[in-house]
């Protein structure tokens, strides 16, 4: 228990009447009356210095300490240094206190409040420092704000959690000065150093946090003394804890690359030798490990397969066997085939040349018992078809061969045919439409003046040119007639135009199937599309073409007795029919 107000001494009084003032101005005197008073209690026992802590906090002189931190550095004489000795002081004072009543509260709200105040001041020395000249000064006492948190949590290790979440002291761990990180880290060296149950106790949560710093600290920079630091304290880490090294193989892949590559003959070489050692020890346990574990599924996969085709092999074995015979009955079924097809082959040919051999016999048969004169009109018959059939395959080679080389200009001049055509049909149907629907409209310029001379000349012509009617119904008669004569004048005319333009419409497609005939492929390069371009869509015609070509295809195949002449012919033998005619109208060749 602290001591009660009547045994204080005369100077916490003095200190505790100057708190109660709560002014900026008293800041020094108190940290001078509190230095003097923890100086002396401190050069005697033991458990008067304990004593006089556990007053300091029941009077609220710690708590008054605690807010100073947070005073404006302006308004006090000495500014940062007299905060930052002030810190300094009051971590001194909140370590050691001993048992008390209110230690509860003390360690789990007031403690956690002085620590923030610590971090508020050293972040704004931070601040300072960066933007300020005097840089050194600043990062000497940001140095010394830390050291009294590092011996705060040093003696209170349940403050690392605080620490950790404060916002001040996430600002300061995303600084990039080097200064500023070394103090960073050198705070946790010294933590870990001085009390390796602390990284056990901590948790994977706030150890995590930390080594991300660290590790992220000692990857971004190239200074040594960053490097060193960093190097020490994750070789502490892995010292005091054996949890960390699954955590730092798993979280921090390539890390001993790093190390070695970056860190390698920077002066801390002992050092860096230690972590590397840690970190290959896990990789190869780990290795080891995944090596085991590898060869246990390998062992048991295969064991698996080898059994699965063991359950198979006597089905694998006949179905091996059945596929086999198959496949031997389709080679000997391919073989029969083969030798089908080239009998089938030998046995036409041999047909061919021996309907031939007949054909020629019986054609020589033939000219011996016919008269010499028909001999030779025979064959003169048989040149002249010869001719004609190498002058049409030529000429058609001669056309086809042109229209490739000109093909383009076809092109061309077919699209503008279509087009001519497609042009002049819209505007006849325009023409038609306008002058349909436009009404009839009297002369311009009619006046009334010019009306009734009109109306004038009318009644001259009328008295001087009088109607053979005389009566009403002879007039109405003749209106009648008049009538009907112009209704069938008008009923000729729509007769004859529908003539003229079914006339039209014939041409334009007799033109139309004469460029087809002219710009036919030939046999060799048609496909089966191009037969659908000569297809009438006119049953009458498309029968018509069937029977002519019937007919020709059937004189064709005649003898060539048969088409000697009409005085050769039997008398019992029907009249020939007269096809000819129709095929020359059909076909351009001709017969």
């Known amino acids: 228990m602290g001591p009660s107000g009547d045994e204080m001494s005369p100077e916490l009084k003095d200190l505790v009447a100057d708190i109660r003032e709560q002014s900026e101005n008293k800041v020094n005197d108190v940290y001078s009356k509190l ?20 007053s300091l906090y029941s009077h609220g002189v710690l708590r008054y300490c605690s807010s100073t931190l947070r005073f404006s550095p302006a308004k006090i004489h000495g500014g940062y240094a007299v905060l930052t000795q002030m810190a300094d002081l009051l971590s001194t004072c909140c370590v050691g206190l001993g048992a008390f009543r209110d230690v509860e509260v003390f360690s789990h709200e007031f403690l956690p409040s002085v620590v923030e105040s610590l971090l508020f001041l050293a972040d704004c020395l931070m601040n300072r420092a960066l933007r300020d000249k005097a840089h050194n000064e600043m990062i000497r006492l940001f140095r010394k704000v830390f050291d009294s948190i590092g011996w705060l949590l040093r003696a209170h290790t349940h403050l690392l959690h605080h620490v950790l979440r404060s916002k001040h002291y996430e600002n300061i761990q995303i600084c990039e000065d080097d200064d500023i990180s070394i103090v960073t880290l050198t705070m946790w060296n010294n933590i870990f150093r001085a009390n390796g149950v602390v990284v056990s106790e901590m948790g994977a949560r706030a150890l995590t946090d930390i080594m991300d710093d660290i590790v992220y ?19 502490l880490i892995l010292d005091h804890s054996s949890s960390t090294h699954q955590l730092i193989h798993r979280r921090y892949r390539g890390l001993a690359d790093l190390a070695v590559k970056d860190w390698r003959g920077k002066g801390f070489d002992s050092v860096l030798d230690q972590l590397i050692d840690h970190l290959q020890t896990d990789t190869k346990e780990s290795s080891e490990e995944y090596v085991r574990a590898a060869c246990i599924i390998q062992a048991a996969w295969r064991a698996h397969q080898t059994r699965k085709r063991l359950r198979k092999l006597p089905r694998a074995v006949s179905t091996l066997q059945r596929s086999f015979r198959e496949k031997r009955r389709r080679q000997q079924e391919h073989t029969e085939r083969q030798r089908a097809e080239e009998e089938l082959r030998h046995q036409v040919c041999l047909r061919r040349q021996r309907a031939m051999r007949r054909f020629r016999q019986h054609q020589l048969h033939l000219m011996e018992i016919l008269p010499a004169a028909q001999v030779e009109r ?7 078809k010869a001719a004609v059939l190498i002058q049409r395959v030529w000429r058609g080679h ?9 093909r383009y200009i076809l092109r061309q001049h077919r699209a503008a045919v279509t087009l001519q055509r497609a042009t002049l049909r819209f505007l006849k149907r325009r023409r038609a439409q306008r002058s349909g629907l436009t009404p009839l409209k009297g002369p311009k310029g009619l006046t009334d003046s010019r009306r009734t001379e009109l109306k004038q000349h009318i009644q001259e012509h009328i008295s001087q040119h009088p109607s053979s009617v005389r009566s009403a119904e002879g007039s109405v008669e003749l209106h009648q007639r008049a009538q009907s004569l112009l209704h069938q004048h008008l009923i000729n005319r729509a007769s004859d135009r529908t003539h003229e333009q079914h006339r039209q419409a014939l041409l334009a497609q007799i033109n139309t199937d004469l460029e087809l005939l002219f710009n036919a492929p030939s046999l060799k390069d048609a496909r089966a599309g191009d037969v659908n371009l000569f297809l009438s869509r006119s049953c009458p015609v498309a029968t018509f073409a069937r029977q002519s070509h019937n007919a020709l295809m059937q004189s064709m195949r005649l003898p060539w007795w048969r088409m000697l ?7 019992e033998e029907p009249p ?14 001709g017969s």
């Not at 230095?35 to 556990?54: M, N, Y």
């Not at 025979?378 to 002249?384: A, F, H, P, S």
């Open 217 to 235: 600290k000692m990857s971004s920079s190239s200074n040594p003394v960053i490097g060193r630091a960093a190097v020490k304290t994750l070789v």
């Open 565 to 571: 002449g009409e005085e050769f012919s039997s008398p």
């Open 378 to 384: 025979y064959l003169g018959e048989l040149e002249n």
């Open 398 to 406: 001669r056309e086809r061969r042109s229209f490739r080389q000109h």
């Open 576 to 589: 020939r029919k007269d096809y000819d005619t129709d095929i020359e109208s059909l076909y351009l060749g």
């Open 35 to 54: 230095k003097g008073l923890v100086g002396r209690k401190s050069l005697g026992d033991q458990r008067d210095l304990e004593a006089c802590k556990q």
